[in-house]
């Protein structure tokens, strides 16, 4: 049984700082691609950004680019995501997801399996 668990959300203000962590079980973690996704309220669940099998290669949403940063460690079989001057808009809840495909992907279909999901809230 696959499970995605991630942690690490909360609340902050503006301009602060917050690290989230995807922990996997129940697959190969290095043989997958791995992303990350936030929906907030009233909108569609959106692609933030992704990591390759081995880290090598990552991929990012525009409105991140630059702030947010993927990593990953196939020894621990977790993701990350560190998340630098945050925004009021970036509040969402976050999840991790895991891409079986050969090459990253940034759409939502492509992706087998999802965490729960953790609240990021960013004050003003």
């Known amino acids: 049984q696959v499970q995605l668990v991630e942690s690490g959300g909360g609340l902050v203000q503006a301009?602060?700082?917050l690290r989230l962590s995807c922990?996997?079980?129940g697959l190969t973690f290095s043989r997958y691609n791995m992303g990350w996704f936030r929906q907030?309220?009233?909108k569609e669940r959106e692609f933030v950004t992704v990591i390759s099998r081995s880290g090598g290669s990552t991929s990012?949403?525009?409105?991140?680019?630059?702030?947010?940063t993927i990593a990953r460690d196939n020894a621990k079989?977790?993701?990350y995501l560190q998340m630098n001057s945050l925004k009021p808009?970036?509040?969402a809840v976050y999840?991790?997801?895991a891409d079986g495909g050969l090459y990253t992907r940034d759409?939502?279909?492509a992706y087998e399996y999802w965490g729960q999901g953790t609240q990021v809230t960013v004050s003003s």
């Open 107 to 109: 759409r939502r279909s």
């Open 95 to 97: 999840y991790c997801a």
């Open 15 to 17: 301009g602060d700082s």
């Open 40 to 42: 907030a309220p009233g």
């Open 23 to 25: 922990a996997a079980s």
């Open 89 to 91: 808009e970036d509040t």
């Open 60 to 68: 990012y949403a525009d409105s991140v680019k630059g702030r947010f």
């Open 77 to 79: 079989n977790t993701v």
